[in-house]
């Protein structure tokens, strides 16, 4: 089977829409999560302009571990409360930061990162992990960018 996406649009939201259905259907059918986080790394990876790193960290008995990604080696472990990631797992709230050197306890994994989203997993109330997204560029990620990457947490969280 051959998956070529080639997502392209001149707005964010059709961009984001075009996405969420790619991914999704790249995920049907499909039931190991790790094959899953797999390809949507590697399908936002290619769709997002200026991104350097994609990927996700599980939440494994209250730490968040590093899983599959694009981008340059990552931390492997971090606690909950630290940096932008632990933020988002231990509020359960996206996290958006325009500026990374400016976000107090920011883990400067990348030193080319400048922004960065994150986007809590969460199924039946349970915290799966994160989607952690980041840009070589200073405010990269809009509220559209937020809107959209809610939407593919959403589809993320059903199935892994």
Known sequence: MTYDFRIEA???PV?????????EGLMAGES?????MANAAALIWETLPDVNWVGFYRNIDGELVVGPFQGRPACIRIKFGEGVCGAAARSRQVQRVEDVNAFPGHIACDSASKSEIVVPL???GELIGVLDIDSPKTGRFTEEDEAGCIRLGEI?????
């Open 122 to 124: 969460i199924r039946d």
């Open 156 to 160: 993320l969280s059903k199935a892994l």
């Open 10 to 12: 001149a707005d964010k």
């Open 15 to 23: 961009m984001y829409r075009d996405l969420a259905a790619a991914l």
């Open 32 to 36: 190991d999560a790790v094959a899953n």
